[in-house]
């Protein structure tokens, strides 16, 4: 039977936790209070943080596609909330467990297991609405606090320890129990309340949202139903049981909003497909046979089943078998954004980089600033050996997305054979700061900052060299 990851710890606010109960129907908004140590801004910073702690730590999927419909399926949540203080980043993780799990300043990860799991969008939008509400009820902050009030830690070591929890379960439970002195039985005492309004308010987000309320409750049923005859589950799961009253509870709200038709989501299932191919730990044998026979069995949408089934024949080298596959969708769906990656990877393979940058060029007319169409766009270019350009395009986005890693790793690739060596060095410390590196982050832009052309940029890069010696001490910080 696989193994599933539950939430680490009872802090961590994630998908399973305590128990509900029908006294709970109408919960106050207990979240909703300032914390007086955990001020926004800071909260914030320790969310940039813990994103830099993430990539250093877990395998962060950088995949443009993906990206941009998880933080697309989060925007449409976010616009129903009523106290979204900061930008949310949604971080999508290469694991076939089931998990997702809430972070200070508005940072979510995913694992790929969800997708691989839920049925359908409104299922997996349910568990983004729960995490969601977490972070605007400040529930994160507020528990911080609470501990740094009762321990010799500073909020920063609190932090710390919470942030390793969410990337190492076993590791973090042990700093929490030992360094803290925290019992895991407070840990569920705090969340509970936590859980019941996460579960509350995140149900209202997923229906305003335009979601089939009802799949929060499904989804819990399908995964009380997959631990049920577990031998060995997780210590999360022994302390905080999926019981019966919280499925109950959440199938009981969503009767309360009117019944209507839900139809299958494209999108939704154009990405559980790009990831059973691409990202699938358990492995993608016969994937192409899979989407082939799923065509005519009802369970996936046509197109999306022959998108899964040309991703396969990609993957396999099968180009011309694929061609005719990509360019039936093209013809239905050509502005869609899993359709024309597929097809620019498609080109490129076969060396038609022309092709796929006319195309791309095109879309970027309609698109400007959309990050798939900008990276396949700067990546063609790199492949057809028109590094100036590409690093041109790239440098413009970077302006606004400065926190788009793939990007600084295609500069750095336009940059190398360019011989500006001082912007080499400074894409390479951007990265290498994006991913917690920040001893190769200050080294690189000390390079940079020296080999300036002019005073001017020396003195640009000498200001960013002390914003990532900033950086590198709020880090040291958050890991120590």
């Known amino acids: ?28 908004d207990i979240g909703t209070a300032g914390v007086s140590a955990m001020s926004v801004e800071r909260e914030a910073r320790f969310g940039q943080a813990f994103i830099r702690f993430a990539r250093a730590n ?95 830690l500073t909020i920063a070591g609190v932090v710390g320890s919470v942030a390793l929890a969410m990337v190492n379960p076993q590791a973090g439970m042990a700093a929490l129990q030992t360094t803290m002195g925290l019992s895991i039985q407070s840990a569920i005492n705090y969340t509970r309340d936590n859980e019941r309004e996460a579960d509350r308010i995140g149900l209202r987000l997923l229906h305003n949202a335009g979601f089939d309320p009802n799949a929060m409750a499904s989804f819990f049923q399908k995964l009380a139903e997959q631990y049920q005859f577990t031998s060995a589950p997780p210590q999360m799961l022994l302390t905080h049981p999926l019981p019966a009253s919280r499925i109950a509870e959440a199938r009981s709200r969503a009767a309360d909003y009117p019944t209507q038709a839900y139809p299958a989501s494209l999108n939704f299932q154009l990405a559980k497909a790009r990831i059973m191919v691409r990202f699938q730990q358990a492995g993608t044998r016969n994937m192409h046979s899979y989407f082939e026979q799923a065509v005519d069995q009802g369970e996936w949408l046509p197109d999306a089943a022959r998108y899964g089934q040309s991703l396969s024949l990609l993957k396999e080298h099968e180009y011309e078998q694929a061609r005719p596959l990509l360019n039936g969708l093209a013809k239905r769906h050509g502005e869609n954004p899993f359709i024309l990656d597929a097809l620019t990877d498609l080109d490129n393979e076969q060396g038609s980089h022309d092709a796929a940058i006319a195309r791309l060029k095109k879309a970027q007319q309609r698109l400007p600033d959309n990050q798939m169409v900008l990276i396949n766009l700067a990546d063609s270019l790199l492949q057809a050996g028109r590094n100036e350009e590409a690093a041109t395009l790239l440098d413009n986005y970077l302006r606004r997305n400065a926190n788009n890693a793939l990007a600084w790793e295609l500069l750095t690739q336009a940059y190398r054979p360019l011989g500006d060596e001082s912007a080499f060095r400074q894409a390479q410390a951007e990265l290498a700061a994006l991913q917690g590196r920040y001893d190769v982050a200050v080294t690189q832009m000390e390079i940079a900052a020296n080999l300036a052309k002019d005073s001017m940029q020396r003195a640009r890069l000498g200001a960013r060299l002390e914003q990532l010696r900033q950086q590198q001490k709020e880090w040291e910080e958050l890991r120590n």
Request: hydrophobic fraction near 45%; avoid cysteine; charged fraction near 15%.
């Open 1 to 28: 039977m696989r193994r599933y990851v539950i939430k680490p710890l009872a802090l961590a606010l994630g998908l399973l936790a305590s128990p509900l109960t029908q006294a709970d129907n109408n919960l106050p």
């Open 58 to 152: 877990q395998p962060v999927i950088d995949d443009p596609v993906l990206n941009e419909y998880l933080s697309d399926l989060g925007l449409k949540l976010l616009s129903q909330t009523d106290s979204m203080r900061f930008p949310f980043q949604f971080l999508l993780i290469k694991d076939d467990s089931i998990n997702a799990s809430a972070f200070l300043g508005g940072v979510v990860q995913v694992h790929t297991g969800l997708f691989l799991n839920a049925a359908n969008e409104s299922e997996l939008a349910s568990v983004l609405a729960h995490e969601i509400t977490h972070i605007t009820q400040r529930h994160i902050a507020r528990y911080l606090e609470s501990q740094s009030r009762s321990t010799p």
